[in-house]
């Protein structure tokens, strides 16, 4: 199999088969504050909110996951039911592979064939250090096109990059490339880590670019360096399965990133928290923390591998466990969870 396809076929497998999360959920230090007498009925609740202007059934993002091989399509074609059953963002994997093999486009487009109200387009950071701009501005039009996004993420990867065997950890001139494109770029970019989190520092930097979301992939959940490191395992290969295990839980754990993130940038960038969401109060615990949206990956993995109504339930009973926190704390509409009080559990690691 060419190579990208079988690194990609590892990916889900090992994520599906092995514990791949962090090894503490830092969502579980967050405690939202019960209301006794929440004077709200559970019909009244709007769970409706927008992003980069487009109107979304709920306030949950299926992440960037998957695409380039043959049961990707499968899964992306699942995920895209579910987006448009409940109108919510869907993200599809880096689409390198396809800009590279035309071969592997459907894997990726077929979510197009599904009313989706924000795909999202996905490319790796180090891609574009590698292209130079004038490739990267061709190929991100590819990739738009390709499944007639709304948004584009570039995915800052550098933890895997650096993990991963043939990995290609080039940083070097990226923030420049992603300053340079949201300027000449007419779609709405997300810069999007996928698991080791944003710092204050990065996101008052990235403040300062005509960027359009910051999805701050925090540590939480799905580690990268996991999958590396079982992925190194499977080739025998010493280096990289030890940089896996060593840098399991490298990062800023989400709820912190989404501080670090608001603080930064004033509140005023839309922020996306992907990073151990695994039911909807942890969604609820995002948007009361500031969140825009919330982006799930590993808890809609399985199901996608199963059936569109597999995946649907698991998306229905996010947004149900959503709505029931929103009532047992008295808040009817997306918009007004930001004014919430949260507490941070005493003990807490540390988020
Ligand atoms: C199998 C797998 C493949 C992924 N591939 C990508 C990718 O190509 N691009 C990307 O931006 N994120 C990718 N991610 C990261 C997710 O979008 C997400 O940021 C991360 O898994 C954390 O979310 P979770 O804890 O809900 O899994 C992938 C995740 C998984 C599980």
Not at 78 to 85: E, G, I, K, M, T
């Amino acid at each position: 199999m060419y190579q990208i396809e079988s690194r990609k076929d590892e990916h889900v497998r090992i994520a599906l088969e092995k514990n791949v999360s962090a090894h503490h959920n830092y969502w579980d230090d967050i405690e939202l504050i019960h209301n006794a007498l929440p004077e709200l009925n559970y019909g009244e609740i709007d769970i409706s909110t927008t992003l980069f202007d487009k109107k979304l059934g709920a306030p949950v993002l299926i992440a960037a996951m998957t695409g380039g091989y043959e049961l990707a399509k499968e899964i992306n074609e699942r995920l895209a039911y579910a987006a448009s059953h409940f109108q919510i963002p869907m993200g599809v994997g880096s689409q390198r592979a396809a800009v590279e093999n035309a071969k592997l486009r459907s894997t990726y487009s077929v979510v197009k064939e599904y009313d989706i109200p924000l795909r999202i387009a996905n490319i790796g950071a180090s891609q574009l250090v590698l292209w130079g701009h004038k490739k990267t501005l061709r190929y991100i039009e590819d990739i738009i096109s390709m499944i007639d996004a709304h948004a584009v993420a570039i995915c800052l990867n550098f933890l895997q990059e650096v993990v991963q065997f043939e990995g290609e950890p080039h940083a070097k001139g990226c923030f420049q490339e992603i300053k340079r494109l949201s300027d000449e770029i007419d779609v709405p970019i997300i810069i999007k880590e996928s698991g080791a989190g944003i710092s204050y520092d990065v996101a008052l930097r990235l403040s300062k670019t005509n960027i359009a979301a910051i999805d701050v992939g925090g540590k939480s959940g799905t580690s990268f360096a996991a999958i590396e490191h079982y992925r190194a395992k499977l080739h025998s290969d010493y280096l990289n399965a030890r940089g896996g295990e060593t840098f399991w839980n490298w990062g800023v754990s989400t709820p912190q990133s989404l501080m670090n993130a608001g603080n930064a940038t004033d509140w005023k960038l839309p922020l996306i928290a992907t990073g151990g969401i695994r039911n909807g109060l942890d969604v609820a615990k995002a948007l009361v923390m500031g969140a825009q949206c919330a982006g799930v990956a590993q808890a809609m993995l399985k199901p996608s591998t199963k059936s569109k109504e597999v995946t649907v339930l698991e998306m229905e009973v996010i947004i149900k466990e959503l709505q029931a926190a929103m009532l047992l704390m008295g808040v009817n509409s997306v918009q007004k969870m930001k004014e919430v009080n949260y507490e941070l559990r005493r003990g807490t690691k540390g988020i």
